[in-house]
């Protein structure tokens, strides 16, 4: 389905009984909201109404030019503007890589919105924060990301070869077929720029304005995941206030939602308390 807010319009997959409780899942870079196909069959089968936006540069026509409008704020306010257009005042709410600063952002800024928070690879930023200024092995995990900050240079360098890095970055999804999944859709005019911005908005500022979050949380994380190391993981939980539960999955990278489906989805529904 097709939601207007904030004066984009946002491609929204949905599933499972309409009379569910609303469970709101925000994918990551550099994929879409298919990355929790493999996920919402679970979740539909226990009840749950589920709704996966292709979020802000993802959704062709949510694709602002300027990279301040992909602030953390905007994207958090894209989420709550969501659940306003959806008719919902509250919902559970998942969150994979740059899906859970999002998550975390709402949960902190707007409690009353958020039931329970399972955020999915990306721990809470203060957490990150933490991890960036103590621990040299995650600087060197986070050094990518001076890459995808150089506009021009990132796109040539993940698109080259018909997106060959691109793929790479993207092998731990799944086969070929998967990581052409999520891998063409950025080879269309923009997309990966869209994408990309989220980093080049992201601030040290924005970052620690996200407070702690009081709502009933968890943190999944996998042992394998090159990017988030276990000192950024086990900080997270310093920076939740209500109930929270760490769970690590164990062999597997950081594309948690497709490589580990079914414990994932065990996490969240014993989160929501199903």
Same mark, same amino acid.
């Given at each position: 389905?097709?939601?207007?807010?904030?004066?984009?319009?946002?491609?929204?997959?949905?599933?499972?009984?309409?009379?569910?409780?609303?469970?709101l899942?925000?994918?990551g870079?550099?994929?879409?909201?298919?990355?929790?196909?493999d996920?919402v069959?679970?979740l539909h089968?226990?009840?749950?109404?589920?709704?996966?936006?292709?979020?802000?540069?993802?959704?062709?026509?949510?694709?602002?030019?300027?990279?301040?409008?992909?602030?953390?704020?905007?994207?958090?306010?894209d989420?709550?503007?969501l659940?306003?257009?959806l008719g919902?005042?509250?919902?559970?709410?998942?969150?994979?890589?740059?899906?859970?600063?999002?998550?975390w952002?709402?949960? @902190?800024?707007? /409690?009353?919105? =958020?039931r +329970?928070?399972?955020?999915? &690879?990306?721990?809470?930023? %203060?957490?990150?924060?933490? !991890?960036?200024?103590?621990?040299?092995?995650q600087?060197?995990?986070?050094?990518?990301?001076?890459l995808?900050?150089?506009?021009?240079?990132a796109e040539k360098?993940?698109l080259?070869?018909?997106a060959?890095?691109?793929?790479?970055?993207?092998?731990?999804?799944?086969?070929?077929?998967?990581?052409?999944r999520?891998?063409?859709?950025?080879?269309?005019?923009?997309?990966?720029?869209?994408?990309?911005n989220?980093?080049?908005?992201?601030?040290?500022?924005?970052?620690k @304005?996200?407070? /702690?979050v009081? =709502?009933? +949380?968890?943190?999944?994380? &996998?042992d394998?995941d090159? %990017?988030?190391?276990r000192? !950024?993981?086990?900080?997270?939980?310093?920076?939740?206030t209500?109930?929270y539960?760490?769970?690590?999955?164990?062999?597997?990278?950081?594309?948690?939602?497709?490589?580990?489906?079914?414990?994932l989805?065990?996490?969240?529904?014993a989160r929501?308390?199903?």
């Amino acid at each position: 389905m097709r939601v207007d807010a904030r004066g984009l319009t946002f491609e929204v997959r949905t599933g499972g009984p309409e009379d569910g409780e609303p469970v709101l899942l925000l994918h990551g870079f550099p994929q879409h909201s298919g990355e929790w196909d493999d996920v919402v069959p679970a979740l539909h089968a226990a009840g749950l109404r589920t709704y996966a936006p292709d979020q802000r540069g993802y959704s062709p026509d949510a694709r602002p030019a300027a990279v301040e409008a992909y602030r953390i704020p905007e994207l958090v306010a894209d989420a709550a503007a969501l659940l306003d257009a959806l008719g919902l005042t509250s919902a559970h709410l998942v969150g994979h890589d740059w899906g859970a600063i999002v998550a975390w952002g709402l949960a @902190a800024a707007h /409690p009353a919105r =958020v039931r +329970t928070l399972t955020a999915v &690879s990306v721990p809470h930023p %203060a957490a990150m924060g933490h !991890a960036l200024a103590t621990d040299p092995r995650q600087k060197a995990r986070s050094s990518y990301i001076a890459l995808f900050c150089k506009p021009g240079k990132a796109e040539k360098v993940l698109l080259a070869l018909r997106a060959t890095a691109l793929r790479r970055m993207l092998g731990g999804v799944g086969d070929a077929a998967r990581v052409a999944r999520y891998a063409d859709p950025m080879r269309e005019p923009g997309a990966l720029t869209a994408a990309l911005n989220w980093y080049r908005a992201m601030t040290g500022a924005d970052m620690k @304005a996200v407070g /702690p979050v009081a =709502v009933p +949380t968890t943190f999944v994380w &996998s042992d394998r995941d090159i %990017a988030i190391g276990r000192t !950024a993981a086990e900080a997270c939980a310093t920076h939740v206030t209500g109930d929270y539960l760490f769970r690590t999955v164990t062999g597997v990278t950081h594309w948690i939602p497709d490589e580990a489906p079914g414990p994932l989805a065990e996490a969240i529904l014993a989160r929501v308390g199903r």
